[in-house]
Structures are given as C-alpha cells and as structure tokens.
C-alpha cells in the first residue's frame, strides 16, 4: 500500500511516517511533500492509496483540494492532520471524513488507516469532501476562521470588536479583550464579511463591528469610540455613507 504524507512541517512529516511504519505494517511505500501543489503532482502521477494530508499549510489550505481534481475521480482516501478545535471537529464528523488529531495517538492512527483501507473502495470521497465544505460554510455563516500558529480558532461575529491593518497583517481586537495577529490582510476579512451586516468599513485600516460602536465623537474630523475604548477613524469619504447606515439599523 501507497501513501503520501502533505504537511508543510519537515518534523511533523517524519513523526507521522515513523509511526506509520512502526504500526501499520500494510503500508509499504511513502512519498512526501511540503505543500498542497507539490503533493497533487504525486498524487497525480503516483496514484497512492491513502493521502495524509494537513489542512493548515502556507499556500493553500488542505480543505482545497477539491480544487486540484475538477471533474476528475478521486481514487484515494483522505485523513486529514489537523489542531483544529471542537468546532471544526464537528464538521468533520457531520461530513463522514476521517481526521487525526495533533499530537497524532498511535491507536487512533492504526483506526483511521483500518478504515481507510475499507472504504478505498467505495469511492465515496468526493461526496464526502463537498459534505465537509458545507459544513464549514454553515460554520462560517456565524463564524470566522483565524489562521493562527497552533492552528485555526472560530470566532463568533459578535465576539469580534474591530480588526486593523498592519501592512499584509490584521490584528483582530475581541470582546474578551484578547487579540490575535493574523498573517493575512486586512481586504482578505473585509472580503470574506462583506455580506455581513454586522462588519462596516469607516477607514481602510479599520474594519469594525457595527453593535461594538460606543460613541461618535465630532473632535478632529470625526472618530468613533469602541467598547474598548479605542478610537476608529472615519475616513472623510466615508462619513455620509456611515450616517447613512446607522440610520437605516438604529
């Protein structure tokens, strides 16, 4: 049996061969990549049977590969590697894909190779893979995904106070008076909330939660005060459109 190992962590890869050769002796050939393009080429060319695949990656996340095989068979299985939280964990199971855990247990390494091996043939993956991609449409509908170092934390909306630019980086500010440094920009959010009527955009550096406005203050042009105290600029072109807006929902 063929695998292919797709984590971008050098480290993370060789663990999970180990323990692979250590405890699932069926498995006898191992290929390798640190990217999800990278591993669709082997994939492609290799024709394995099992694809370990880790979601959060730098180009790419591991939930796109669907994107890599349109309108092509999906032949092999797919367990993915992830730090998700329980969230996430949710739709995995609402979607029936298999998921490891990091730190990866050996038990449940051997299960998930098992039952690999049995619905190879089934050649229900495809299914499976568009059932989790609602999934995590339905969470999104309520929820946005951080991209942080240890993983990927779901946010409600209405925990989220404001996010600023910081060159190719946004700083998410929340309720719980916490933030996090994300390594995206701030348009990447801007976009992804843009049919959202809780988010609005007084300032291109600035991206705020409307219901966590606390003042509107006249002084030096015009800001706003947020629940933090903060203050938000109003950018000149701006300011018709934002009064506009808070009457319509106030």
């Known amino acids: 049996m063929k695998v292919i190992l797709i984590d971008d962590e050098n480290k993370a890869r060789k663990l999970l061969q180990s323990m692979l050769e250590e405890h699932c002796p069926e498995i006898t050939t191992f290929l390798q990549a640190d990217e999800l393009e990278k591993g669709v080429e082997i994939i492609k060319q290799e024709r394995p049977d099992i ?28 367990i993915f590697t992830t730090a998700y939280n329980q969230y996430a964990i949710d739709a995995f199971k609402l ?8 730190p990866v247990d050996h038990e449940e390494l051997k299960k998930a190779v098992q039952k690999a091996i049995e619905l190879k043939n089934q050649n229900n993956i495809t299914t499976n893979l568009k059932d989790l991609k609602k999934s995590f449409k339905k969470l999104a509908a309520s929820k946005i995904a951080l991209d942080v170092p240890r993983g990927m934390l779901f946010i409600n909306h209405d925990d989220i106070l404001y996010m600023e630019a910081d060159g190719m980086y946004t700083t998410v500010y929340m309720k719980d008076k916490s933030k996090e440094l994300i390594c ?16 609005y955009k007084p300032h291109r550096s600035y991206l705020i939660n409307i219901n966590s406005i606390k003042e509107f203050n006249k002084k030096e042009g015009g800001h706003l005060l947020m629940d933090n105290n903060a203050i938000v ?16 929902l106030f």
């Open 233 to 248: 600029p109003i950018s000149r072109d701006k300011r018709e459109e934002f009064f506009g807006m808070i009457k319509e």
């Open 184 to 199: 995206k920009p701030l348009k990447h959010f801007t976009d992804q909330l843009q049919e959202s009527a809780l988010f």
């Open 95 to 102: 979607s029936a894909v298999d998921y490891l855990l990091k």
């Open 51 to 78: 694809v370990f695949l880790d979601i959060e990656m730098p180009r790419y996340s591991g939930l796109q590969i669907l994107e890599f095989f349109e309108g092509q068979m999906i032949d092999f299985q797919i």
